[in-house]
């Protein structure tokens, strides 16, 4: 069985006009200390982090948890915690959170920080080597778009549509290591990457290496970090069994599916663009091909490991409200649509955040 765990990055709103609220440091000084709730870059924003998983069921039960005590303690503080992908209503004051790393990564990428402040999923999955998830790495790299395309969740900018479907992946990817992973053969190719990246000014560190998917540098762990941040826990808990199938499927596959790097580059921006609505790039042909297919065909080449972990049937009715109720970014633009001001729909989307989607 191939362990699991999440981390989920959200913002914090202002109630009456839906700005970024700076209030992090505060509200983690009432929590109790853990690892489970930490900061992040920006003053407005809040991570969690759930423990080992080995079932979907634990992962759907820390993931609520964890969204409960903070959204509680948000609003005991006056604010609203949101899952979104970037700020929708607009930033105000200065947003970076004070501490030396990240002092020193405005003074290296001055031009990106002030748009840095985007919220992501990311998922591990435990694995018994750093060489097999070196070479993991390569396998998952056909298949990051139709991720990125479920989990989609940030068309709102400035309080007004964006047209993006993901905003936050064109903003994040402006970082100079923000990539699809490399096929290396092996730990050591994947640490010669790293060190270089850090050396050639790229990154300050390891941790501060953003490919799409890389080996944590934290845990025995390969970390697929392509995902918005989910608006609801069930589109978060769907997005985590299929890159566990994924992550299972390529440890067992000696020869992978490959694609072209250009053809991934341009699959991941139809995706970011449209999410699941409208045409998508086919990596492996380079043609134009439906996002919701190319999403069937991921299943379709994880089915065997889904099956195998007991996953199969929560990730058929995972698909099936996705399907129904739309992406993140689907919900959003219906809430920003009805809302009578930024503050409603602030409002509506911390709502959005702690529930299940209608149907």
Do not use: K
């Amino acid at each position: 069985m191939f362990t699991l765990g999440v981390e989920e990055e959200f913002v914090l709103l202002d109630p009456v006009d839906g700005s970024v609220a700076l209030r992090a440091p505060e509200l983690l000084e009432s929590l109790a200390p853990g690892p489970d709730v930490t900061g992040e870059l920006m003053r407005f924003q809040i991570e969690t982090a759930t423990g080992v998983c080995r079932g979907l069921d634990e992962v759907r039960s820390e993931l609520t948890r964890l969204r409960q005590i903070v959204a509680t303690a948000a609003l005991a503080d006056g604010c609203l915690m949101a899952a979104t992908g970037i700020p929708p209503c607009g930033l105000r004051g200065d947003t970076l959170t004070p501490e030396p790393r990240y002092w020193r990564m405005a003074q290296a990428f001055p031009d990106l920080i002030h748009e840095a402040g985007t919220c992501a999923c990311h998922v591990h999955v435990g694995l018994p080597s750093r060489d097999l998830g070196a070479r993991v790495l390569a396998g998952l790299r056909p298949w990051l778009a139709p991720l990125l395309a479920l989990s989609a969740n940030s068309p709102v900018e400035n309080g007004a549509d964006s047209g993006w479907s993901s905003r936050r992946f064109p903003l994040w990817d402006r970082w100079p290591t923000a990539r699809p992973p490399d096929e290396w053969s092996g730990a050591a190719a994947y640490d010669r990457s790293i060190g270089d990246a850090v050396r050639h000014g790229a990154a300050l560190d390891a941790a501060g290496v953003y490919f799409y998917a890389r080996l944590s540098p934290r845990y025995p762990t390969v970390e697929v970090r392509i995902a918005d941040v989910c608006l609801s826990v069930d589109d978060a808990v769907l997005l985590a069994a299929l890159v566990r199938g994924l992550v299972a499927t390529c440890a067992a596959t000696t020869r992978p599916p490959r694609a072209r790097g250009a053809r991934i580059g341009a699959a991941l921006t139809a995706a970011a663009r449209r999410g699941l609505d409208g045409p998508g790039v086919d990596v492996f042909t380079g043609g134009e091909a439906d996002q919701r297919d190319l999403l069937g065909e991921l299943v379709e080449f994880v089915r065997p490991a889904l099956r195998a972990a007991g996953d199969e049937e929560d990730v058929e009715r995972g698909l099936d409200a996705l399907f129904d109720h739309g992406t993140g970014a689907a919900r959003q633009r219906r809430l920003l649509a009805e809302a009578a001001s930024p503050g409603e729909f602030a409002a509506e989307l911390a709502h959005a955040t702690m529930t299940v989607p209608a149907r």
